[in-house]
């Protein structure tokens, strides 16, 4: 007797759990499925991400639905459109043998006429985005006043997503005799008063300990200068020639940015984020799903629920804000009994967050030293050796051997060998030649001072009410960097310094053009100091003068905007300093 029989499920289900080929149940399906068949019951199931939910919950309810009955007698939450269509197609599978059985996705940027149209030919499950849902019901385009069973799935995500009011205003469309199912990886205070409030005496199922991530998942932390972050993943990747892989930003710009640039490197990658329209994100998640992209870059919403298998890597280029989100960023590797690495590109300063992760997900990372030049060459050339000896001879090529052989006639196969590979590998072997060590180590730690940087006058200061620590806080959200990302932040009483890295100079000019704070102008300028004030730092290996471009070239780029010239210097020029900085205020605020 099959393991999914034996859990109570009919023959049409076996059939199809048969042809998915699935073999054995995984805990959270052997733990939900007897009690949800069984009994009439809410429940609360908690197993990690890629563990088998879905069927956990589908297997039972397409068992449970009368496909004789054309009314809705289901209604699934899900928190994004990707995750809603996954689940829809997944019920479809399950219930390739119940004919009359209909299953409408309902989510956001698609026709809300067609899923309408859909519903009213009769759909017995409908799989639905809150926002989308909502504009259903206010419509009264479907009617859940008599459904049997409500699933919250990817409860934690939904509620992540601020649903809340969403889901609590669906609910109170449905039948207080329904059962409600909720799924969740994992159980924050805000899924727990759902279940309170929502549900009544739920079924409590936890699979492993609450919140861990998959044992599956490796993790791992690599330490770079901030400003080395993008080559440090470059060479993550190149150290990782079969990568197929999720790499996480934090914000839109971010997550484009990186995109563009390694696809102007040359690597199949891709950018998904929620300003890409409907139609790109399906375009990318498709290729995705191909492999015609290996790296797909991400924001955490665009990337909710994205289940596709043999994931090999997650890469945390940025850390999340919220480090719980961490598990689900981990989650997308290592899934269905595959093994996945996660990765995380962070700075110093960033270290002790590994340490509240560990606490989290129980687990330990391992820190590794980015990989060198030499050794991607080594895995690089190896790589593709290990290519060569598997694949199949085209034999199409036959009847230009012999002219081929001509040319290469005086060649022993040793000579040929490097030949071939030079031909393939010198490109890359040049670039990696001369390229730098990335390990935090060896470049002198954060914060920096290089060329790499550029150091700001903001003319506000602690008379505004500003620390250094509100005023890096002020300028993180204004702009929407990272806390590293601002640094050095000096204030003084009517105005401050801080650095950031070259690459964010244009976003703080252009969002300091003309800004306003609590009805004072806030004007930001560059300085021609770095504000090195301690001496003795290193410079930065060459790294920063990329495109032939060094800072005080690129510093007259905005000339015009910093006619004072103002540094930083201690000693001697500060009182002129000072001055120079309190007439240029003066002049700022008369034109105010
Ligand atoms: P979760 O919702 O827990 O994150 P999913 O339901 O998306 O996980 O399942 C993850 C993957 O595992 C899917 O590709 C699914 O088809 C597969 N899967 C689920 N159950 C089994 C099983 N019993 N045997 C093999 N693969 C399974
Ligand atoms: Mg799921």
């Given at each position: 007797m099959n393991a999914f029989q034996e859990l109570g499920l009919d023959a049409d289900l076996l059939q199809a759990i048969t042809d998915m080929g699935f073999e054995t149940p995984s805990e959270v399906q052997e733990k939900s499925i007897p009690i949800l068949l069984q009994q009439e019951t809410d429940l609360v199931s908690l197993a990690q991400t890629g563990t088998g939910k879905t069927a956990a919950f589908g297997f039972p309810l397409i068992q449970k639905i009368n496909p004789g009955s054309k009314k809705t007698q289901a209604l699934i939450l899900s928190p994004t459109r990707e995750l809603c269509l996954q689940i829809t197609n997944e019920l479809k599978l399950y219930s390739k043998y119940k004919k009359s059985l209909n299953v409408v996705a309902v989510y956001g940027g698609a026709s809300i006429t067609e899923q309408a149209k859909s519903i009213s030919r009769g759909a017995q499950i409908i799989v639905a985005t809150p926002g989308r849902m909502q504009d259903m019901i206010r419509r009264n385009l479907?009617?859940?006043?008599?459904?049997d069973y409500c699933v919250l799935d990817e409860a934690d995500e939904m509620l992540n997503m601020g649903f809340y009011e969403d889901i609590k205003s669906i609910l109170?469309?449905?039948?207080?005799?329904k059962k409600t199912w909720l799924f969740s990886a994992t159980m924050p205070k805000e899924v727990a008063k759902i279940a309170k409030k929502f549900m009544s005496n739920p079924v409590e199922i936890t699979v492993g300990s609450k919140n861990t991530g998959t044992a599956n998942v490796s993790h791992e932390y690599y330490l770079v200068n901030h400003r080395n972050r993008y080559d440090a993943l470059k060479r993550l990747a190149d150290a990782n020639p079969d990568i197929f892989s999720v790499i996480f930003c934090r914000t839109k710009r971010d997550t484009q940015k990186v995109a563009e640039k390694l696809i102007e490197d040359g690597y199949n990658a891709a950018a998904l984020h929620g300003d890409l329209s409907q139609n790109q994100r399906d375009l990318v998640m498709k290729s995705f799903r191909t492999r015609q992209i290996q790296m797909l870059v991400a924001t955490d919403v665009a990337a909710?629920?994205?289940?596709?298998?043999?994931?090999?890597h997650v890469i945390n280029y940025q850390l999340p804000?919220?480090?719980?989100t961490y598990t689900h960023r981990s989650g997308?590797?290592?899934?269905?009994?595959k093994q996945g690495v996660s990765m995380v590109i962070i700075s110093k300063s960033e270290v002790r967050k590994i340490r509240t992760i560990e606490k989290i997900i129980q687990q330990k990372f391992e820190q590794k030293e980015i990989p060198d030049g030499k050794e991607i060459c080594k895995i690089q050339l190896f790589h593709l050796a290990e290519d060569i000896r598997k694949t199949e001879i085209n034999h199409d090529i036959d009847p230009y051997l012999p002219t081929i052989n001509e040319a290469l006639e005086s060649f022993t196969k040793e000579e040929l060998i490097k030949k071939f590979f030079s031909v393939e590998f010198t490109r890359f072997f040049n670039y990696y030649e001369k390229a730098p060590d990335l390990s935090s180590e060896s470049s002198g730690g954060r914060p920096e001072v290089s060329e790499g940087n550029t150091r700001y006058f903001i003319n506000v200061g602690s008379k505004d009410g500003f620390d250094w620590k509100s005023l890096k806080d002020f300028l993180k959200e204004e702009l929407n960097l990272e806390r590293d990302d601002v640094f050095k932040v000096d204030v003084k009483g009517s105005f401050s310094f801080f650095n950031t890295d070259e690459q964010h100079t244009d976003l703080i000019l252009s969002t300091f053009s003309e800004f306003n704070h609590n009805g004072r102008f806030v004007n930001v300028e560059v300085t021609k100091?770095?504000?090195?004030?301690?001496?003795?730092r290193r410079r930065d290996r060459g790294g920063s003068k990329r495109n032939g471009k060094n800072f005080d070239k690129k510093g007259s780029d905005f000339g015009g905007r910093r006619r004072s010239d103002r540094t930083e210097k201690k000693g001697g020029r500060k009182a002129n300093r000072s001055k120079n900085i309190e007439n240029s205020l003066k002049r700022r605020r008369s034109k105010a």
């Amino acid at each position: 007797m099959n393991a999914f029989q034996e859990l109570g499920l009919d023959a049409d289900l076996l059939q199809a759990i048969t042809d998915m080929g699935f073999e054995t149940p995984s805990e959270v399906q052997e733990k939900s499925i007897p009690i949800l068949l069984q009994q009439e019951t809410d429940l609360v199931s908690l197993a990690q991400t890629g563990t088998g939910k879905t069927a956990a919950f589908g297997f039972p309810l397409i068992q449970k639905i009368n496909p004789g009955s054309k009314k809705t007698q289901a209604l699934i939450l899900s928190p994004t459109r990707e995750l809603c269509l996954q689940i829809t197609n997944e019920l479809k599978l399950y219930s390739k043998y119940k004919k009359s059985l209909n299953v409408v996705a309902v989510y956001g940027g698609a026709s809300i006429t067609e899923q309408a149209k859909s519903i009213s030919r009769g759909a017995q499950i409908i799989v639905a985005t809150p926002g989308r849902m909502q504009d259903m019901i206010r419509r009264n385009l479907a009617d859940i006043s008599n459904i049997d069973y409500c699933v919250l799935d990817e409860a934690d995500e939904m509620l992540n997503m601020g649903f809340y009011e969403d889901i609590k205003s669906i609910l109170s469309h449905t039948p207080q005799e329904k059962k409600t199912w909720l799924f969740s990886a994992t159980m924050p205070k805000e899924v727990a008063k759902i279940a309170k409030k929502f549900m009544s005496n739920p079924v409590e199922i936890t699979v492993g300990s609450k919140n861990t991530g998959t044992a599956n998942v490796s993790h791992e932390y690599y330490l770079v200068n901030h400003r080395n972050r993008y080559d440090a993943l470059k060479r993550l990747a190149d150290a990782n020639p079969d990568i197929f892989s999720v790499i996480f930003c934090r914000t839109k710009r971010d997550t484009q940015k990186v995109a563009e640039k390694l696809i102007e490197d040359g690597y199949n990658a891709a950018a998904l984020h929620g300003d890409l329209s409907q139609n790109q994100r399906d375009l990318v998640m498709k290729s995705f799903r191909t492999r015609q992209i290996q790296m797909l870059v991400a924001t955490d919403v665009a990337a909710r629920g994205i289940d596709v298998d043999d994931i090999t890597h997650v890469i945390n280029y940025q850390l999340p804000d919220e480090i719980e989100t961490y598990t689900h960023r981990s989650g997308r590797t290592g899934r269905a009994g595959k093994q996945g690495v996660s990765m995380v590109i962070i700075s110093k300063s960033e270290v002790r967050k590994i340490r509240t992760i560990e606490k989290i997900i129980q687990q330990k990372f391992e820190q590794k030293e980015i990989p060198d030049g030499k050794e991607i060459c080594k895995i690089q050339l190896f790589h593709l050796a290990e290519d060569i000896r598997k694949t199949e001879i085209n034999h199409d090529i036959d009847p230009y051997l012999p002219t081929i052989n001509e040319a290469l006639e005086s060649f022993t196969k040793e000579e040929l060998i490097k030949k071939f590979f030079s031909v393939e590998f010198t490109r890359f072997f040049n670039y990696y030649e001369k390229a730098p060590d990335l390990s935090s180590e060896s470049s002198g730690g954060r914060p920096e001072v290089s060329e790499g940087n550029t150091r700001y006058f903001i003319n506000v200061g602690s008379k505004d009410g500003f620390d250094w620590k509100s005023l890096k806080d002020f300028l993180k959200e204004e702009l929407n960097l990272e806390r590293d990302d601002v640094f050095k932040v000096d204030v003084k009483g009517s105005f401050s310094f801080f650095n950031t890295d070259e690459q964010h100079t244009d976003l703080i000019l252009s969002t300091f053009s003309e800004f306003n704070h609590n009805g004072r102008f806030v004007n930001v300028e560059v300085t021609k100091d770095k504000g090195s004030d301690k001496g003795g730092r290193r410079r930065d290996r060459g790294g920063s003068k990329r495109n032939g471009k060094n800072f005080d070239k690129k510093g007259s780029d905005f000339g015009g905007r910093r006619r004072s010239d103002r540094t930083e210097k201690k000693g001697g020029r500060k009182a002129n300093r000072s001055k120079n900085i309190e007439n240029s205020l003066k002049r700022r605020r008369s034109k105010a």
